[in-house]
């Protein structure tokens, strides 16, 4: 904890000198973290006795109104926007945080993912079940949150929009079903059945994902390279395949977008009344780029503030720091 020795607003030399060696005294008596402080300008006088001495004019501190960087938590876990909600939602488990930012390239702040938000995302209304089939991902990022390889094509690292399409049902069913979609934009799931395999690559999927850690034939490696339809292995199966591959989706479509922040500055009164008629428990720290810098709680606002005061040569409170 700091501790600050600092003397009146309008300072003479006693109050400079006896805040300089209050300090230095604590600094030798135990207390390494003690500095000396002013609260107003020095004149010429008391700049004339520091040159004579060559000690160094006290920190100038003018005011030591709690603000939001003495309770914030300033060690900030953050995701970038281009990450997978898959390792979000991991990061928000294991860290027990309620709210995680997501910063862009510059680290500025653009908002808040909690895990109500991606939860919602991942698991809409039934009314809306239509669109769980479809995500905004790349390829990369949907082989590694599922832990698979490739086995036929480069995979396209673009970011787009895909359909996640699971083949159970008969050939005929299945090859009126596909029809219904646009086959650049079908990654298809299916197990070791090579009949739904080559119909796929026939219409020109997008990439066909072989669940269950089932080999890949000769033949539909071969006929794959030849279409251009990718090729990936799975080792799990294909409900849990299907479940992993969703998390593929970047964070940036599921952040909130509003944005409640405070910048560090902030006087700690002013932050707890705004904070206490929010619904939000936390609250992004940034700087004047919006840059993220810490982030504070509600449950900061009952942290001590982490220094001390000592004040010398006083007789009048109006005259306090």
């Known amino acids: 904890m700091q501790t600050i020795v600092i003397g009146h607003r309008n300072p003479d030399m006693d109050s400079i000198c006896s805040a300089i060696g209050y300090a230095r005294f604590k600094q030798l008596t135990g207390n390494p973290d003690a500095i000396a402080a002013r609260a107003g300008n020095t004149n010429e006088r008391i700049d004339y006795v520091l040159n004579k001495f060559g000690v160094e004019a006290p920190a100038f501190i003018p005011d030591l109104t709690p603000r939001v960087c003495d309770v914030m938590e300033r060690n900030v876990i953050s995701v970038r926007r281009d990450s997978s909600a898959y390792d979000a939602i991991h990061l928000i488990e294991t860290e027990r945080l309620r709210g995680l930012p997501v910063i862009d390239e510059n680290n500025r702040c653009l908002g808040l993912l909690s895990a109500f938000r991606v939860c919602q995302r991942l698991f809409p209304a039934r009314e809306q079940s239509a669109e769980a089939r479809a995500i905004e991902a790349s390829l990369p990022s949907m082989v590694e949150t599922f832990g698979g390889s490739v086995v036929a094509c480069r995979l396209d690292c673009n970011i787009r929009r895909y359909l996640l399409v699971v083949a159970a049902m008969q050939t005929d069913s299945f090859s009126r079903r596909l029809g219904n979609y646009k086959p650049a934009e079908v990654i298809l799931f299916v197990g070791d059945r090579e009949d739904i395999q080559l119909l796929a690559v026939r219409t020109g999927v997008k990439a066909i994902v072989i669940t269950g850690g089932l080999p890949v034939s000769a ?21 849990t395949t299907v479940l992993l591959a969703r998390g593929a989706v970047r964070v940036e479509s599921m952040i909130s977008a509003e944005l409640f922040t405070f910048t560090a500055d902030t006087l700690l009164e002013d932050a707890r009344e705004r904070a206490a008629s929010s619904r939000h428990f936390v609250f ?38």
């Open 284 to 321: 992004p720290v940034v700087d004047e780029k919006g840059e993220l810098v810490g982030m504070l709680s509600k449950s900061d606002f009952l942290k001590p503030i982490p220094r001390e005061l000592i004040l010398v040569d006083h007789n009048e409170l109006s005259q306090a720091v």
């Open 219 to 239: 033949e539909i490696r071969d006929v794959a390279e030849r279409a251009g339809v990718i090729v990936i292995a799975s080792p799990h199966d294909t409900a």
